[in-house]
């Protein structure tokens, strides 16, 4: 299963915050990359959650294509950026 930092999962939820109260983070695979978007909670999804609230859902398929993998915040120029890892 994903792993998901504590500091990741606290950007998503202020990443959220503008939005709606059951919106969430979906990754997604698009163009053979992983993508991150906005989008609600669907039955099946994996769940992350952060303070209570659900942040992160993966569907099935991308579960299992990053089961091994880590999603941490990093810094960069620009500001922290979420970050898929490599086991």
Same mark, same amino acid.
């Given at each position: 299963? @994903?792993?998901? #930092? ?8 202020? $990443?959220?915050? #503008?939005?709606?109260?059951? =919106? ?9 990359? $992983? ?20 942040? +992160?859902? +993966?569907? =099935? ?8 993998? =880590? $999603?941490? $915040? ?7 950026? @979420?970050?898929? @890892?490599?086991?």
């Amino acid at each position: 299963m @994903l792993k998901v #930092s504590s500091t990741a999962a606290a950007r998503m939820a202020h $990443l959220l915050k #503008s939005e709606d109260k059951g =919106a969430v983070l979906r990754i997604i695979r698009r163009d053979r990359r $992983l993508r991150m978007q906005v989008s609600s909670q669907r039955p099946g999804d994996q769940t992350f959650s952060h303070d209570g609230r659900v942040v +992160l859902v +993966l569907d =099935a398929g991308v579960g299992n294509s990053v089961a091994t993998r =880590a $999603l941490e $915040l990093r810094p960069a120029d620009s500001g922290p950026r @979420l970050r898929m @890892l490599m086991p």
